[in-house]
């Protein structure tokens, strides 16, 4: 039940449906004509894809751009503050924003795994409580 808590990512619904069709994920970047890493950032939810991305996704999954965000759920907020200025700093090389960006995904999923095991525990599972 804990797992429905979560939401699901527009990432992990495009992972899940790309998984589905048997595609690598190059294969399904080649078919997009997006990079492999592009696409990989999409996935783990460091970057949102364009509409016009979004599209060739949806279409090369044989979907619709609707149906990817219908089941991601309600709209999906803006990338956080942190990332839109890492994204917006002039300062930054695309390699620094890529690599800041990933530290910080890195960081935040780390820390929603601790709250989601805090928040278990403090359901019964925890020894003694």
């Known amino acids: 039940m804990a797992e429905q808590d979560t ?18 994920m190059r294969q399904l970047a080649s078919m997009v004509g997006i990079s492999n ?8 939810g ?7 991305v979004l599209h060739a996704i949806a279409g090369s ?3 619709t751009a609707d149906a990817l965000m219908a089941e991601a759920g309600p709209t ?6 942190v990332l839109a200025a890492i994204a917006a700093d002039p300062n930054l090389t695309a390699r620094q924003r890529q690599a800041l960006g990933e530290v910080y995904a ?3 999923e780390a820390t929603i795994a601790r709250r ?4 278990r525990a403090g359901n019964g599972e925890r020894p003694g409580a």
């Open 7 to 24: 939401p699901v990512t527009l990432g992990e619904i495009i992972r899940r449906q790309r998984e589905l069709a048997e595609l690598s």
């Open 37 to 44: 890493p592009y696409l990989s950032q999409i996935e783990r």
């Open 46 to 52: 460091l970057r949102a894809p364009s509409e016009r």
């Open 61 to 63: 999954l044989r979907t």
């Open 76 to 81: 999906e907020p803006g990338p956080p503050a």
């Open 106 to 108: 890195a960081m935040a």
């Open 116 to 119: 989601g095991r805090e928040r």
